[in-house]
């Protein structure tokens, strides 16, 4: 059983920066890659980046590229989402999960979900 919880959802202006954190519990949290997916009201969820396990590779949509970047620390457990240069369409309820089998980028491929946290982008 693996337990995941987002912290660091907030309100920020445009133009600004938070930090988004997810522990999780467990021994193998460093043997799985970790997503971070939004979903904004009456839309799909969308993935956001992902990093492998060992954090030497990363993934972004291309609407963060440049402005987001996720990492981890396994000995701490915990993957990141520095959000940097946050625009309105940013908000959305922010979500990390573990990757279990499959399609890195399609949520049908993580089995762990934390219970997200809010991010909210005024202009």
């Known amino acids: 059983q693996v337990q995941l919880v987002e912290s660091g959802g907030g309100l920020v202006q445009a133009g600004g920066s938070l930090r988004l954190s997810c522990a999780a519990s467990?021994?193998?949290?460093?043997?799985?890659?970790m997503g971070w997916f939004r979903q904004a009201p009456g839309k799909e969820r969308e993935f956001v980046a992902r990093?492998?396990?060992?954090?030497?590779?990363?993934y972004y949509t291309d609407s963060v590229k440049g402005r987001f970047t996720i990492s981890r620390d396994n000995a701490k457990n915990t993957v990141y989402l520095q959000m940097s240069s946050l625009k309105p369409e940013d908000t959305a309820v922010y979500y990390c999960?573990?990757?279990?089998?499959?399609?890195?980028?399609?949520?049908?491929?993580?089995?762990?979900w934390g219970q997200g946290t809010q991010v909210t982008v005024s202009s």
């Open positions: 990093i492998t396990s060992s954090g030497g590779s990363t």
């Open positions: 999960a573990k990757h279990y089998y499959g399609n890195l980028f399609s949520p049908g491929s993580y089995d762990y």
């Open positions: 467990g021994r193998t949290f460093s043997s799985h890659a």
